[in-house]
C-alpha cells in the first residue's frame, strides 16, 4: 500500500477539515439564508450544547424563546446540525395544531419500527399510520370506557392512602415522588395489562423496575445525535430507542397476557382487553380496524409509558407547591371533603368529576411545570406563514416551547405565582385559547389526557382528605429540575413533611 508522504498527509487532513467547515457553515447558514430571526449555533452542537448537560431542555428553550418572541412568528435555532423552527406566536401555534393541521400532521420523532418495535407507537407514528391507529384507539378513552376502569384506579388509590398512612406513623419526612411513581405503575399496570403489580408494597418489583430504567438511562449523545440528525443513517444501523432488556419485557408481559385471556376467556374491561378485541387472526399483519402483535404491544407500553411518568410528575409538583401555598391546600382539601359530604362520602365516577377546584389546582400545575415541556412537529409541505413574510419548507422541523410560553408574563400575568384561580371560566375566556397546552391540540391531542387526570384526581383527592403537607428540612426551595431528564422532573425526588389529620 503506497504510504502518503508527511506534506501530502497533512494537505489530506487539512482538506477534509476544510470541507467538513465549509458543509457545517452551509448548514448553519440555513436560517440567514431565508431572513429568519435565529440564535448563533456552535460547532457540531448547534445551540443545544447545554441540553441534558447543565441545563434541562425546557429551561433552555424558554431561553430560546425569549430571545426569539417579537421577532417573527417563528425564530431559527439549531439542535446539532439540524435547523428547527422555535414556534413564539399563539396564532401560529393554532395553525399548526389545528387550523392547518394536513401541513403538521406528523411529529417527525424517532422510531425503528424494525429493529425497536415498541418504539412504534401512536405517539411517534407518522401520515396514514398514525391516522388509522388514532382512529382505532380513540374509542378506548370514552367516557363509557373510562367509567369502567374507575373502580381499578379507585383502588389503587385506596391502597395509596393506606400505605402513606402507615408510613407517617414511623416516619416524619417521605419522599414523594417514588410513592406516586408506585401508585400510577400499580394503576398502569392493572389497567393496561391486568397485572396487580404491588409497586407500594414491592417497590423492586419488575414494572417499577422497567420504569425507573426507561427514565433513568441515559442517552449517549452520539445516539441522540444520530436521532434528531440522520434519523434515516441510525434506522439503517439498528439504532434503538429503548434498552433490548425493556422491549424484551414489555413483548414478554403482552405475549403471556393476552395466552393467558385467550386460554381461559378472561374479560376484565380494562385497556388489554380494548387492544385485543381489534388483533389480527394473523398476529404478523394488521388489517382494516385490526391489529398486529407488535402494534398492540407497542400501544399497551406507549399506555405505560406515558401514564406512569407523566401522572406521578404531575402529582409530585402540586404538592410541592401545595406544601409551599397552604391556604390552597387547605381550600382543596374543604373542597374535597365537601364534595364527598355530598355523596354520602364515596369517591365515586360522578363525585370525583365534580371536583372542579381540584382541576383548577392540577391544571395550574400543568402550567407551571408540563411533564412534557416540549412538542414536536414537522412539516408536510411547504407552509406560507400567516401574517409573515417566511416560509417553512416541507421537511422543517418545528419545536413548541410550552414551558417558555407557560411562563411568559404577557401570557400568564406573574408566571412563577402558583394560582388555580387563572382557571376560572372568567379568566380562561380572557386568555388566548392555545396559550395552556401540557397535553397538545388537535388531532394529535394526548388521546389518554383523560385517563390521566382521572388518576391524578383520585391521587390527589385521597391525599388532602386524610394528609397535611408542608417543607421539611429535607427539601430543597426552589426544587432544581433533572437536567438529565426529558420529562420535568424534580432532580433528586421531592421529601415533605406529612401529617395524618
Known amino acids: 500500500m503506497m504510504m502518503l508522504e508527511p506534506l501530502d498527509a497533512i494537505i489530506t487532513v487539512v482538506m477534509i477539515g476544510l470541507a467538513v467547515y465549509l458543509y457545517l457553515s452551509k448548514l448553519y447558514s440555513h436560517w440567514a439564508d431565508r431572513d429568519v ?9 448547534g445551540n443545544s450544547r447545554t441540553m441534558g448537560r447543565t441545563e434541562q431542555s425546557a429551561v433552555m428553550l424558554q431561553r430560546f424563546y425569549n430571545e426569539l418572541k417579537g421577532l417573527n412568528p417563528f425564530g431559527g435555532i439549531f439542535i446539532f446540525t439540524k435547523p428547527v423552527a422555535l414556534v413564539t406566536d399563539l396564532e401560529l401555534l393554532k395553525c399548526i395544531f389545528v387550523k392547518d393541521f394536513e401541513n403538521f400532521h406528523d411529529r417527525g420523532t424517532y422510531f425503528n419500527e424494525k429493529d425497536d418495535p415498541l418504539s412504534a407507537n401512536m405517539f411517534n407514528l407518522a401520515g396514514s399510520r398514525w391516522k388509522e391507529l388514532r382512529h382505532k384507539l380513540s374509542p378506548t378513552f370514552t367516557s363509557g370506557k373510562m367509567k369502567m376502569m374507575f373502580p381499578t384506579i379507585v383502588a389503587a388509590g385506596k391502597q395509596l392512602n393506606e400505605f402513606l398512612g402507615e408510613l407517617v406513623e414511623h416516619e416524619q419526612e417521605i419522599e414523594m415522588k417514588d410513592l406516586f411513581a408506585r401508585y400510577t405503575t400499580d394503576v398502569i399496570g392493572t389497567c393496561a395489562f391486568g397485572i396487580e403489580c404491588n409497586s407500594l408494597t414491592d417497590p423492586n418489583n419488575s414494572f417499577r423496575e422497567m420504569g425507573r430504567k426507561i427514565f433513568s438511562t441515559p442517552t449517549g449523545r452520539v445516539k441522540r445525535f444520530m436521532m434528531a440528525s440522520v434519523p434515516k443513517i441510525a434506522k439503517m444501523l439498528g439504532v434503538k430507542a429503548f434498552d433490548p432488556q425493556v422491549t424484551k419485557f414489555f413483548a414478554g408481559v403482552v405475549r403471556e397476557t393476552i395466552d393467558y385471556r385467550l386460554k381461559n376467556n378472561v374479560k376484565r374491561n380494562d385497556f388489554m382487553d380494548l387492544l385485543m ?18 402494534e398492540i404491544a407497542a400501544q399497551a407500553f406507549l399506555f405505560f409509558l406515558a401514564g406512569f411518568e407523566t401522572s406521578s410528575t404531575l402529582l409530585t409538583w402540586t404538592l410541592y407547591e401545595l406544601a409551599l401555598n397552604q391556604a390552597v391546600q387547605e381550600m382543596g382539601r374543604e373542597h374535597v371533603v365537601s364534595v364527598l359530604a355530598n355523596n354520602n362520602g364515596e369517591m365515586t365516577y360522578e363525585s370525583v368529576l365534580s371536583m372542579k377546584y381540584l382541576d383548577q389546582i392540577l391544571n395550574e400545575a400543568l402550567r407551571k411545570y408540563p411533564p412534557v415541556p416540549i412538542h414536536f412537529r414537522v412539516t408536510s409541505k411547504d407552509y406560507q406563514v400567516p401574517n409573515s413574510k417566511s ?7 418545528i419545536f413548541i416551547p410550552v414551558y417558555g410560553i407557560h411562563h411568559d408574563p404577557n401570557v400568564f400575568p406573574d408566571p412563577e405565582r402558583f394560582d388555580p384561580e387563572r382557571y376560572t371560566p372568567e379568566q380562561e375566556a380572557k386568555r388566548h385559547p392555545y396559550a395552556w397546552t401540557p397535553f397538545g391540540e388537535g388531532p394529535r391531542i394526548c388521546v389518554g389526557l383523560r385517563f390521566g387526570i382521572m388518576q391524578a384526581r383520585i391521587g390527589l383527592a385521597y391525599m388532602l382528605k386524610n394528609f397535611r403537607f408542608s417543607i421539611g428540612d429535607k427539601c430543597e426551595v426552589p426544587l432544581q429540575f433533572d437536567v438529565k431528564s426529558f420529562i420535568l422532573a424534580p432532580k433528586g425526588g421531592l421529601w415533605l413533611r406529612v401529617d395524618k389529620i
Do not use: V
Open 277 to 294: 378485541q381489534m388483533r389480527s387472526p394473523d398476529e404478523q399483519n394488521s388489517g382494516e380496524g385490526l391489529l398486529s402483535f407488535n
Open 37 to 45: 430571526p435565529y440564535l448563533k449555533p456552535d460547532f457540531i452542537y
Open 391 to 397: 416560509t417553512l419548507e416541507a421537511g422543517t422541523r
